[in-house]
Structures are given as C-alpha cells and as structure tokens.
C-alpha cells in the first residue's frame, strides 16, 4: 500500500536495527484518512471470506481494526490488556509472551463477543514476533469460532511472527512488509524507496 510506505519512509523514525517509530500517525497521534484507506484495502483483500467480526488487541490495533469493521459492516472487538473492573462476565484468556518486555501478560475477551458461528478477522497494528497475533487467534479458537486470516498494517518480515502464522496455514496479508531497518534506512520487501520519495 503506497501511502502507507509513503508515510512510513517520511514519517517513521528508525530507533534501532529493530524498532521503528511511528507515532505521529499509527501508535500515538492518528492520521484518520489514512486509517480509513487502511480499513478500506483490508476490506477488500478479505470481502471474499464472509467476515463477522473483527478482533484487535488495546490500544493501536483499533484505529486499523475500527476501520476494517466499519467497511466490512461488522463489530470490532477488541481484547484488553488489564481486565477492567466491570469484566466481570465469562473471560476467554490467553497468555502473551513479550520480547521486548521479557513478561508474559494475559489477554481477554469477555465470551459473549465471540460466537461459535463467527469468522473472524484478526487486525493489529505491528507484527513483530507474533505472540500478540497467536494469542488472539487461541482466544478465537477457544470461542469455537474460525480465524479467516490476519491483517497487519506493519509486517517487521525480518522477525519470525509472519513465517510463525504462516506456517500454521493463517492466511497473513501485510500492508507494509518492511526487510530491514539496518544502517538508519527502511528497506521494504517488495517497493525501492527511491519509487516513494
Ligand atoms: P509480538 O506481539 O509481535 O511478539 O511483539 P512484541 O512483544 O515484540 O511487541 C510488543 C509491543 O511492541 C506491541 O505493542 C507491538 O505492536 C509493538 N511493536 C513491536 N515492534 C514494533 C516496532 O518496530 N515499532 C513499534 N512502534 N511498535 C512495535 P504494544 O506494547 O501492545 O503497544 P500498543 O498496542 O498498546 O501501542
């Protein structure tokens, strides 16, 4: 997705070999056309598969993920990280594994959201390792509901996430696939950044 690359090479900021900054409009302020052309492409890419419901994780996977389901016409749900005091109903959990922050961390959905019968799009924001994507899909497993596919707005395919899902069959679909972050550069998997400035 070119505007997104676009805004990625402009905007985005190379913290380390590893970590890309890109809070001026996905992780921290929010760039709303941007989000609506990012809900538009998933929908798009996934309108074959009968969607009902969108599931993200708090808090940057809802920008992408509202969007997604209001062009697919369904529901966003999204899992929390801290169970809320008036969570009070039936919790799907699953437990998450953060590199970065070297914890593991529960997540939930309360059952109710989920249903038997749901296909189930998953959106999140960044795909790094991937233990937030499969922690999401092992909640929709436990509702007895069926993962359609994921959609990632930021696809680091120098970490292992994507080849992870990948390998369990996950249909994975990456608005941006970023190859390297090395030497203060982004390089993407399949556009020169040359074509983009
Ligand atoms: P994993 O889920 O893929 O295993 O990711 P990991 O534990 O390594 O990452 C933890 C958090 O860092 C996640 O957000 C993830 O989206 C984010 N993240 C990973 N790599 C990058 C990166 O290169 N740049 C940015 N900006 N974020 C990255 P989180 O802590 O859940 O944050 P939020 O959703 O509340 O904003």
Do not use: W
């Not at 809802?62 to 369904?74: D, E, K, N, T, Y």
């Not at 994507?133 to 092992?138: E, F, I, S």
């Amino acid at each position: 997705m070119e505007a997104l690359q676009r805004k990625i090479v402009n905007e985005g900021i190379i913290l380390s070999d590893t970590v890309l900054k890109v809070d001026s409009f996905l992780n921290h302020q929010i760039d709303p056309l941007l989000m609506m052309e990012i809900g538009k492409e998933f929908a798009e890419r996934f309108k074959n598969e009968a969607v009902t419901k969108v599931l993200t994780i708090e808090s940057s996977g809802i920008a992408p993920g509202v969007m997604a389901a209001m062009m697919l016409h369904v529901p966003l749900v999204f899992a929390r990280k801290r169970i809320s005091l008036t969570m009070s109903e039936d919790l799907l959990t699953s437990q998450v594994y953060s590199f970065t922050k070297q914890e593991t961390n529960a997540i939930a959905v309360a059952n109710k959201f989920l249903a038997a019968n749901d296909r189930v799009l998953i959106i999140d924001d960044f795909l790094a390792n991937g233990q937030a994507a499969l922690g999401l899909a092992d909640i929709v497993k436990q509702a007895n509901a069926e993962v359609v596919g994921f959609g990632i707005v930021i696809e680091k395919s120098f970490q292992n996430g994507g080849m992870l899902l990948r390998e369990k069959g996950y249909r994975v679909e990456s608005l941006a696939e970023i190859e390297s972050l090395q030497n203060g550069q982004v390089q993407f998997l399949n556009r020169q950044v040359e074509e983009l400035l």
